[in-house]
């Protein structure tokens, strides 16, 4: 947490799981006080979800720390909004974060993002076609909305995480949705993550270097418009005009937006064989009219 004052208030997402719990230990080892729990109940597991919420809040008033708690009906959420429960309980998340910064007047979330969970990232991004952006993984502090968000676990490994855990006798819970094998995510930490544990520092180090370097192209795209226009985009190379589209669709708030979705939408700037009109996860839709790229959201 380089530059950041020990005296600062500072929310911390805590899940009960053995990441979140370590991360709040480590904080106040490390001389931070002034520390919120947060944590948002996804209601997905039953009892079993029932049984996090009161670890977390059972150890945050052991601690003497005060603590934010909610719950939400994400598999509801998901239903309604056509879009996965993966996807559905991030955005409820940083939803409820950001209630939890207008009460708590600070803007500074610390999570327990780690350096295996940045290999993965780096790997899932791969797969679903993000180019170097992706490679990029997440990035020890970065914006989302007011929010400024920490992630001072980047540097350390799972079976750090746990060493420290042991040493410490943290209490934790295991959360079983992590051993299957239904999510690509899942897949890649028990099938994949073992087979590359020998090469972690080098997947690690790879990774912050792409960082680097998408920090820079990034810093040279043009300003997000709510339309593009189809003229500039195509007079640019086609490596600025994919990560022009692909920040365009994520600002837009187009879910998991990767390679099929940034082609889909080049495929407007065809006027002679291209469509009109492109569907986009999370029911929005790209329309090119008049020389100009736009979204739409419902059934239009």
């Not at 955005?91 to 295996?116: G, I, N, P, Q, Y």
């Not at 544990?197 to 080098?202: Q, R, T, V």
């Not at 195509?234 to 005009?241: E, P």
């Amino acid at each position: 947490m380089a530059g950041v004052s020990k005296r600062k208030k500072l929310l911390v997402g805590v899940s009960g799981g053995r990441d979140s719990m370590v991360l709040l230990h480590a904080l106040l080892a490390a001389g931070f006080k002034n520390l919120v729990v947060c944590h948002l109940n996804h209601t997905l597991r039953g009892r079993s979800s029932d049984a996090d919420a009161r670890l977390v809040v059972s150890e945050a008033r052991r601690l003497n720390l005060p603590v934010e708690h909610a719950k939400a009906r994400t598999a509801e959420f998901a239903a309604s909004q056509k879009k996965s429960l993966e996807l559905a309980a991030r955005e409820l998340r940083m939803a409820f974060f950001e209630e939890c910064v207008a009460r708590e007047k600070t803007k500074s979330l610390v999570l327990a993002h780690h350096a295996d969970d940045q290999v993965e990232t780096c790997l899932f991004n791969f797969l679903r076609g993000t180019g170097a952006a992706g490679l990029g993984g997440m990035r020890p502090v970065s914006q989302f909305g007011k929010l400024t968000v920490h992630r001072p676990l980047l540097g350390v490994t799972r079976t750090q995480i746990e060493s420290f855990r042991k040493h410490q006798k943290v209490r934790f819970r295991e959360d079983a949705t992590n051993a299957g094998l239904e999510h690509t995510r899942n897949k890649l930490r028990h099938r994949i993550m073992p087979l590359l544990s020998e090469i972690m520092g080098e997947s690690y180090r790879a990774s912050e270097i792409l960082r680097s370097e998408d920090e820079w192209m990034s810093s040279l795209l043009p300003e997000t418009l709510q339309e593009l226009d189809c003229k500039e985009l195509r007079a640019m190379h086609s490596a600025m005009q994919s990560r022009v589209i692909l920040r365009w669709l994520r600002e837009c708030g187009v879910p998991e937006a990767g390679h099929a979705e940034t082609r889909r939408v080049l495929s407007l700037l065809d006027t002679v064989n291209g469509p009109a009109k492109v569907s986009l996860p999370g029911n929005h839709h790209a329309r090119r009219r008049s020389g100009v790229l736009f979204l739409e959201s419902g059934d239009a």
